[in-house]
């Protein structure tokens, strides 16, 4: 496929390299294996993996060598290899594939208001799942802080009786800090230190304890209590509560200081399955490459199998296209929006004019009535470009002393500048967004007064800069912090930062999924790290504001856990599919939901199919679901090879029942994704089959509303779909036919529609989209 070709080679390239440079180097590899491959004479696996290391012959002995073993996502080990060594292994029989080891990193109240889920009234998906209640989400991440009042077990019933997980205790980290609802914690770390050598543990916990807040933050997120009152240095007080709040916890910790090592992440995802999780939750992201050298993608697939609901969060690299990663089709996948709700910190200049910021400032505020010496960061230090980004060291105290510095955002975290500006003298800080970042602004919690402000309006801050200092008025400002903000029009936004598709591995399947509130989220923080993640910063909350596809991941993992409480026959795809023909896409004004990054509409590669509505998907009508063997297909018509297939999904195929499928977008997925690839022809025609369970009323009749990618035709057939019971399938087939337009060579262009199934109370809605693509 021509859009996924960059990221095969990127790899090739990755691995050659590897193979010429570090022979003698020994790094981590994922070896998969062949369940049934095990030779009689060893008495475990584990024997028989401990054998194949040492038949290499190699100065290490194999029992230092092995990291972790699995066996619930699918068989096999991780290892610190030589690449001459793995390619020895490689080669050996009963092997299926050697994987390079990724490393990863996460991505970093009134959202259950905002989504509608409240605590009041006797009907409505809290309800009738019982706030979750006997489901346990698993959070993959950095961990747990358990004294948290988000994970206290108060009327909470018995631990279910299904769970087989443990509380494994550590460093500050007893056996008793799980209780009714942290109902089990345990740390991954023997990756990390196979490659980083011994955790320093002055700085880190070796036990589920979070040193660094991110894993606290989504845990409660998906399912914390309620607690009130909760607020962050006095911003956004009221109530915080989490999707699921009587939804048990499992924490899983595999992030460390220098990230998540797949080694770990994979042991998670086995002790997880055997656990007996519901629902895993994580937010953590890599690279995209092909779903056979996907540790996530592979692991994901074996919790998939199990009955397993998985969300991940879509990444941070937004607003540019193909940014989107864990993008196998068995995950749900999650981008970020905005809320209702803001925290404006506008800056004053001393031309009177008043440009817009966001912040998050608790500590003593500027003078009021009073405008400060105003300064821009990279015209005063001894290195331009070091200055200009307000980086360690780069700013001249003589200089900085006294006044507010305009900083450009990027390298260094919004945080850290605040402490560079604040070490050199300064007085406050604004922070401008780059081009790339456009006009999408993040709150964070700053350690003097702080402020940030978009693209446009930081170059013409730095025009007012320049234009003053030539003048006899100096330039001068202060910043106003205005509090919380509710009700804010329009919401949602999608998140500047939120990654776009189309889908780098298979653009014939879209993603993101949904969105869900990423920006700005109020929830649970450690004791031992301040509200700006700073060492130097003292300050202690029970709760912080963080943005993230991080944040937006763990709301879908929440509603995850309660929709399977609701309806425990779902399977994972029809959680996926509720969620996705059940959401919205447009904002609070009426109107189709906004580009952060631009201020102009998004589109289904900003959104996927939109933005969750949990009510409604408590109640789809109709959904898509999928097997593991409808996965397999896709793979076949994916062109993988039946050995690829097995390493993902551990099942054989000659993959001859595929080519009923047809093609890769015949995946009975709940959006429709076309890839027309013109070379000359002037007509291009595509269809799709899918399958429709009903899940709503008996005796039902929907019928097909569609809306067309503009100059392009789309039918339907039937246009009726008549249910006679509940559970019942009904397929039908949609048709594309487009016509070729004058596109450059390399280019291409995205037209999206819909088609919706109504029955007069449900409108079950799947986007359709089209890309046209010219080759070189």
Not at 276 to 288: K, P
Request: proline content about 6%.
């Amino acid at each position: 496929m021509a859009v996924s070709f960059p990221y095969f080679s990127l790899f090739l390239v990755i691995l050659t390299n590897s193979v010429s440079s570090t022979t003698n180097n020994p790094r981590t590899f994922i070896v998969h294996v062949q369940h049934d491959a095990k030779p009689s004479i060893f008495p475990t696996h584990e024997h028989w993996y401990e054998s194949s290391l040492r038949s290499l012959e190699t100065s290490e002995g194999a029992e230092n060598r092995i990291i972790h073993t699995y066996s619930n996502v699918f068989h096999g080990f991780s290892a610190k290899l030589s690449t001459l060594d793995a390619q020895k292994l490689e080669a050996s029989p009963g092997i299926l594939a050697i994987i390079p080891e990724q490393v990863r990193h996460i991505q970093t109240t009134r959202s259950p208001g905002f989504l509608g889920l409240t605590s009041t009234g006797n009907t409505g998906l809290l309800k009738e799942s019982d706030y979750g209640s006997d489901l346990v989400i698993g959070v993959i991440d950095t961990g747990i802080w358990p004294e948290r009042k988000s994970f206290n077990d108060r009327d909470l019933k018995p631990v279910p009786a299904k769970w087989k997980g443990q509380c494994m205790a550590g460093k500050d980290f007893p056996a008793s800090s799980c209780n009714r609802k942290l109902i089990g914690a345990r740390y991954f770390s023997s990756g990390y230190e196979a490659t980083n050598g011994k955790m320093n543990e002055t700085n880190e916990f070796r036990s589920p304890r979070d040193s660094d807040g991110h894993g606290t933050h989504t845990a409660s997120i998906a399912a914390g209590r309620y607690v009130f009152p909760a607020s962050t240095l006095g911003y956004a007080r009221g109530v915080a509560a989490g999707m699921a709040p009587k939804a048990r916890l499992a924490a899983y910790k595999v992030c460390w200081a220098s990230g998540c090592y797949d080694a770990d992440i994979l042991a998670a995802f086995d002790a997880a399955v055997a656990d007996g999780v519901d629902v895993i939750s994580l937010s953590v992201g890599g690279v995209v490459v092909p779903y056979n050298l996907d540790a996530i993608a592979i692991a994901a697939f074996g919790a998939t199998d199990a009955g397993i609901f998985v969300s991940a969060s879509a990444g941070n690299g937004g607003p540019g296209g193909l940014t989107v990663t864990n993008v196998a089709p068995w995950v749900t996948n999650v981008g970020a929006g905005t809320m209702d709700r803001d925290f404006p910190a506008d800056v004053k200049l001393g031309n009177g004019k008043i440009i817009p910021g966001v912040s998050i400032y608790g500590g003593p505020a500027l003078a009021p009535h009073r405008l400060y010496p105003l300064i821009y960061a990279g015209s005063e230090g001894s290195d331009g470009y070091s200055s200009s980004l307000c980086l360690e060291g780069s700013l001249n105290p003589n200089y900085v002393n006294g006044k507010i510095v305009l900083c450009d955002r990027g390298v260094n975290s919004r945080a850290a500048k605040g402490e560079v500006v604040k070490k050199a003298g300064g007085i406050g800080m604004i922070i401008a967004n780059g081009v790339f970042d456009g006009e999408g602004l993040v709150t964070d919690c700053h350690v003097l007064p702080a402020t940030a402000v978009g693209a446009s309006t930081g170059d013409e801050i730095r025009k007012y800069i320049s234009a003053a200092s030539k003048s006899r008025w100096p330039p001068t400002a202060t910043i106003l912090f205005r509090g919380t903000r509710l009700n804010v029009r329009p919401a949602p936004v999608v998140a500047s930062f939120s990654a776009r598709g189309p889908n780098p591995e298979t653009p014939e399947i879209m993603k993101p999924d949904v969105i869900a509130p990423g920006v700005n989220i109020l929830a649970a923080w450690p004791d031992n790290v301040g509200p700006s993640g700073l060492q130097s910063d003292k300050r202690r909350t029970e709760f912080n504001i963080l943005s993230g596809t991080s944040m937006a991941c763990p709301h879908v993992s929440g509603l995850g856990a309660l929709l399977k409480a609701a309806h425990p026959g779902w399977s994972p795809a029809a959680i996926r599919s509720a969620l996705m023909t059940t959401a919205y896409i447009v904002d609070n004004r009426g109107q189709i939901m906004m580009d952060e990054s631009t201020g102009n509409s998004s589109t289904v590669m900003d959104f996927g199919a939109g933005h969750v509505h949990p009510q409604k998907a408590m109640d789809p009508g109709l959904i898509y679901d999928l097997t593991s063997y409808d996965y397999v297909d896709f793979l076949c018509n994916s062109n993988y090879t039946m050995k690829n297939i097995q390493v993902v999904t551990r099942k054989y195929s000659d993959c001859s029942g595929a080519k009923r499928a047809g093609h890769v977008g015949n995946l009975n997925y709940p959006s429709l994704s076309a890839v027309f690839q013109q070379y000359g022809k002037h007509k291009l025609s595509t269809h799709f089959i899918r399958s429709v369970t009903n899940v709503g009323d008996r005796d039902s009749v929907y019928n097909v509303i569609v809306k067309p990618p503009r100059g392009m035709v789309v039918t339907v057939e039937p246009e009726k779909l008549v249910f006679r019971r509940v559970g019942q399938k009904l397929n039908f087939l949609v048709r594309v036919k487009a016509e070729a337009i004058k596109l450059s060579p390399g280019s291409s262009i995205v037209k999206s529609g819909s088609i919706v199934w109504s029955d007069g109370k449900h409108e079950v809605r799947s986007p359709i989209v089209v890309t046209m693509q010219e080759p070189l």
